[in-house]
């Protein structure tokens, strides 16, 4: 569709910036603008644009037009326009013209609006993009970390297990020790008077026996509650390691959905 386009005042503007939005898809050819006023705002926006001005009535309408615009409202130019035009050329007068311009501006209003909430958006997208990254670095780190614990565990329970060995030796070495004194009690019964000195050795052995049995108890005890220790944050380190993996794949999402949203808005 050919338009032309008189008055260029803000009215003639908005309507030429429109139309030069629509010309951009090719359902619109302005073929021109014009005002008697040279310093319109209209014409030095189509400068601008390229588009073709005049000042002079009968040059104008000897361009081939579908469409007139006439937005000055004045009853003379509208009909000096219906007087030059063509049979074929349709005219919108000043109040059919301005209900458009109404809308046009209501839809450029509009558009400034959805403009700013792009650009909203496009904020807060950099700004998760950044926690993002964030998150993913802590992640990392707490992965890191993670598994030098799970190593620091591992190397704990063998360590463990290795004294388990040692209080096994112990406590072997402790049964020997009191069947030594009992056989030594055993000689100094049999020796009477002359085996006293095999009493005494044999008081101590077994002193010596119940204070390692004791010692071997306790060792024994503490192993057990350091096993269980260890057990227990063996177990908060898997679910350390479940909740990065579950926060890792949360992070992945929302760089996938971050990604989705910047091809959106890059075809806007």
């Not at 030095?44 to 001005?53: S, Y």
């Not at 598994?147 to 004294?163: A, L, P, Y």
């Not at 005890?221 to 679910?239: P, R, V």
Request: some cysteine.
């Amino acid at each position: 569709m050919k338009v032309g386009i008189v008055g260029a005042g803000n009215a003639g503007k908005l309507f030429l910036k429109t139309l030069i939005d629509i010309e951009t898809e090719g359902e619109v050819n302005v073929v021109g603008i014009m005002d008697i006023n040279p310093e319109a705002p209209g014409l030095a926006f189509a400068k601008q644009h390229k588009i073709p001005t005049y000042t002079d009535m009968k040059l104008f309408m000897k361009n081939d037009m579908d469409l007139i615009l006439e937005l000055t409202g004045s009853a003379s130019v509208k009909q000096e326009i219906s007087s030059l035009k063509k049979d074929s050329t349709h005219l919108m007068d000043s109040h059919a013209a301005r209900l458009t311009f109404l809308l046009s501006q209501h839809q450029q209003k509009l558009y400034e609006k959805l403009e700013q909430y792009i650009k909203y958006i496009e904020s807060l997208m950099k700004s998760m993009a950044d926690n993002i990254s964030k998150i993913n670095e802590t992640v990392e780190t707490i992965g890191v970390t993670s598994e030098k614990i799970i190593e620091s565990v591992n190397r704990s329970t063998e360590s463990i297990n290795e004294t388990d060995n040692i209080v096994m030796i112990i406590n072997d070495i402790t049964s020997r020790i009191k069947i030594l004194g009992i056989n030594a009690s055993i000689e100094a019964a049999r020796a009477g008077e002359h085996g006293a000195g095999f009493s005494v050795v044999a008081e101590e052995i077994g002193k010596l026996t119940d204070s390692s049995k004791n010692a071997t108890s306790d060792i024994t005890s503490l192993i057990k509650k350091i096993k269980q220790d260890i057990s227990g944050l063996a177990n908060i380190t898997e679910n350390l390691d479940a909740i990065c993996k579950k926060q890792n794949e949360i992070a992945h999402s929302l760089t996938d959905d971050n990604l989705k949203m910047e091809k959106v808005l890059s075809e806007k």
